[in-house]
């Protein structure tokens, strides 16, 4: 008998979990699998999957009220499917939404239901240090029963594993599947002009500002900044750009879906991110071999570096340190080349089928469990 599997996410867009949750549809095997997704914003992938998809779009700004209606429709089109179907698994891949998961859906018959954290639990703390300690022990305390109720929970790096076993909750990693090759090439190390990139949401998580920062008092003018990305901050950006009379060296290039396009002519890839589940820009750049910079933020970003073995870190705001990073690679570019092609072996995890069949076995262990 086939599987239900539910996919419930926010934004079926480009970006980290749009992007994982595309890869792994692309490859899961639909023999074993009716696969549905429910979303709640714009989609970029719809048209670009078989028609053996199902897709829900549920608008929703996430305002309070709006939510729990959401849940109500979700749980509605859940109970219908499980009345013909006795293996539905859903997996919700929204960091804020996992509770309410628990608090709508858990008891409908014939549902397992799966928590995908793919942030940071430490990315809780930015916002609730504003609150008392009491309230902080309380939002703690919510996060701990809500994933203790999950059938399983996945997450997309050890170091989220390891967060959660400190609210003594037992996870299993799933690698978000975000390249089909490994296609590190030579480059020329002998060059006076460089291609650097940005690629990522133009949100307050990405911290553009650090890197702008950086960039405006690097005294080495031989290069260009692409940052590849929409979103909330792209006109605060841009004035940015044009109140330090950047628009030579800085370019706000937008989306770009084709990613041998974004990584073909580039030299240095910066990421200065606050926080991270697991950085699918920095496993991209790496499998072309593009040398990378990036910050020692909470989350994934140190596991894929290797604790700095495959890139350079350095501490999330301080831009003065990347400015020296920076500047460093101008000087020798030959030390971070050197380190990323160290990291083949690392990558194989991430490609898209190997990711989707590790996802298959976690998925099948649940329903083993409850025979």
């Avoid at 291609?195 to 080495?220: M, S």
Wanted: proline share 2%; with cysteine; hydrophobic share 40%.
């Amino acid at each position: 008998m086939k599987s239900n599997l539910f996919f419930f996410i926010s934004s079926f867009s480009y970006g980290g979990a749009g992007n994982a949750v595309f890869n792994y549809i692309k490859n899961l095997d639909k023999k074993k699998y009716d696969l549905h997704i429910i979303f709640l914003d714009k989609s970029d992938y719809e048209n670009l999957l078989p028609k053996h998809v199902k897709f829900y779009k549920l608008h929703s700004n996430f305002m309070l009220f709006k939510t729990f209606l959401i849940f109500f429709k979700i749980r509605k089109i859940l109970i219908k499917k499980s009345f013909s179907n006795k293996r539905n698994i859903f997996i919700s891949n929204i960091h804020y939404s996992n509770v309410l998961s628990i608090i709508f859906l858990r008891k409908i018959k014939n549902l397992k239901i799966v928590l995908f954290e793919r942030t940071s639990i430490k990315e809780l703390d930015i916002f609730i240090s504003f609150f008392s300690f009491i309230k902080n022990k309380i939002i703690k305390s919510l996060i701990k029963y809500t994933y203790s109720q999950a059938d399983r929970v996945l997450v997309n790096s050890n170091v989220l594993k390891s967060e959660l076993k400190e609210f003594s909750i037992t996870s299993a990693v799933a690698y978000s599947g975000s390249i089909n090759k490994i296609k590190q090439k030579s480059f020329n190390i002998k060059k006076n002009f460089f291609n650097i990139i940005a690629v990522g949401r133009l949100t307050p998580q990405k911290d553009y500002f650090t890197l702008l920062d950086a960039i405006r008092n690097l005294k080495n003018r031989n290069f260009v900044l692409k940052i590849y990305g929409e979103g909330e901050l792209k006109n605060r950006i841009n004035d940015y750009i044009d109140r330090y009379n950047l628009k030579k060296i800085v370019k706000l290039i937008g989306h770009e879906s084709n990613i041998d396009e974004i990584y073909s002519k580039a030299d240095l890839l910066v990421h200065s991110a606050i926080f991270e589940g697991l950085p699918n820009a920095i496993v991209e750049a790496m499998s072309h071999g593009i040398p990378i910079i990036a910050s020692n933020s909470f989350g994934g970003t140190r596991e894929v570096l290797s604790s700095g073995a495959f890139g350079d870190l350095f501490q999330p705001k301080d831009s003065k340190k990347l400015g020296i990073l920076i500047e460093n690679f101008f000087k020798n570019p030959k030390i971070l080349y050197k380190k990323v092609s160290k990291s083949k072996s690392f990558l194989s995890r991430f490609k898209q089928k190997k990711s989707s069949r590790c996802l298959e076995k976690i998925l099948m262990s649940i329903w083993y469990l409850y025979l």
